[in-house]
């Protein structure tokens, strides 16, 4: 069977994605990689998943989501739970197994979340749209703030408000996780840069993804086409919101402790930085922008005190550079080599 | 059909056509009428935009809807696909009232429609386009697509064939992979109308078709409406301004003025109603 355009391409982003894996790996194996850079490792994982998740419903769906970190929090507080109690009450010692179930748990509560965030937020458009997210992450953030979880032997005790749980504490309020097991490790979040884009190219690939790309281009032709928005315009949002659970659950399992104070607002811009960066609705772009901008502050140490000024003004070096006529017009020539046939074409149509 | 229930259908639809209803063609005198408009209005504010609006189509008749600037006929259209709710009156599809009905289940029940400023989706190929208006013949659900499963490369596989069949129509098959967006004009407004045939409507709904088209282009428009009407059995409805068209092809004609009807009936009746001249031209001055 002839393999279509779009197969071919998804394949050859899997090969590079598992080039790159190889290659950090043996660098790993090897001791050539400092110790901070290792140390990144997860987290940048963790932030292409996200940055990738966020692209599907900026880029994709075509809605500005502010609230992405409030899914990661989600995640990252039900897996480091799920983990716990893994543990704790079936004795599962296997790291790895873990791991994946926490992670399905944490994508599991993070898409219901999504859920019911999206049935208010997706009644709205635009600006209004944007700010409803923002409240939604910084709700999540807050309630988060307060809850008190503890393992008593098997049971699992949750408190609204008061520290007084009985039994070992795994979320202590406003204190974060506590005692938490770090089995995140690299391969698995290897695995899930690979599951993420295997799930985003292929719906984007699919009748639906088509339906989500279709609400974005023109809502009333979409409508009128038989297409019901709210629908896809929802099955963008929970995807996106399941794959942010899943790597919010890598990143809680990969530190002790993670307060909920760590998934802001900022955090959201943060990831809406790597989208835009990597240009919107251009997967790619995302991971390269994640990984990169991850990795930026560690390398630019050596400006010590100037080091955040160094990051603002390589942003926006970036910024002027991806929207340059000309280095842009260099880029298109050498990335999409347009064919002669398809100019051809469009020239006879034009008759 | 035995011929005991034709002749109770004859005996029914003899009542439809009724000269305050607008004409059908006599081969669709035994057929539900596609579309049933009666006292259908709306406003905006107090305004009137569209005012006791009454109208049949006939199965497979080519319908046409004109009038000067401004006097509702895209509202009308705007109603029949529920993008506005209408404020007064009824509106049938296939003797189905649509009352409470939203876009989708209008397009779900056979209204599909192009737009008088186009509105293809811009960024994706022209293949793209035409396989969204066939989103609701060839189905499958978002796990089968992300894990592709064996319905998915049968049903794209399918999709894939129905797109190049409708394309073919017009002879666009070659464009299949270019993006819609850069089409050239004429070709958009051929687009639009195979993505609107893909959703297998029963009646279509062309805003303003031959905007922009040069007389030789708008004579394709012509064979090709015909041609569609033809191969689909649908009934067409039409806005247009190009009268050649309008009176070449349309076979009961409805021209609109403020948001009334002022004059229902075929090309040559409209041709001669003074009332309709009056609305085009103004009045003459008397003395």
Redesign the interface.
Known sequence: MKLKKSTINNIISYGIVIVAFIICQSMIASGSMTRSLKGQMIPICVYIVMAVSLNLVVGISGELSLGHAGFMCVGAFSGAIVSSWLLAALNMENEILRLVLSMLAGGVLAGIAGVLIGIPVLRLRGDYLAIVTLAFGEIIRNVLNCLYFSLDGKRLCVAFNSPNVPGTVVVNGPAGTAGIQKIASFPVGFALILFTLFVVMNLINSRSGRAIMATRDNRIAAEAMGINVTKYKMMAFVTSAVLAGMAGALYGLNFSTVAASKFKFDTSILVLVFVVLGGIGNIWGSIIAAALLTVLPELLRAFSDYRMLAYAIVLILVMLATNNPFIRSLFDRLIHRRKPAAQAQRGGASE | MSENSTKKRMLDTKMVPAPSHGIIPERDYYSTPVLEARHLGIEFGGLKAVDDFNLIIGKTEIAGLIGPNGAGKTTVFNLL?K?YQPTMGTIMVNGKDTAGM???QA??LGI??T?QNI??????TVE?NV???L??Q?????F?????MPA?WK??KR?HEQALELLSLFDMQ??A??RAG???YG?QRRLEIV??LA?HPCLLLLDEPAAGMNPHETEELMRNIIKIRDQFQIAVMLIEHDMNLVMGICEGICVLNYGRIIAKGTADEIQANPTVIEAYLGKKKEG
Do not use: C, W
Request: net charge positive; charged share 20%; hydrophobic share 35%.
């Open positions: 696909t993008v939203n876009t989708v397009n779900k599909a429609r737009f509105r293809l989706f811009g960024n994706m793209d396989r969204i208006g989103h609701n060839v189905k499958y659900g978002m089968t697509g992300i894990f592709r998915y049903q794209e999709q070659d464009l992979g270019a850069s089409l050239p070709a993505r609107a959703t």
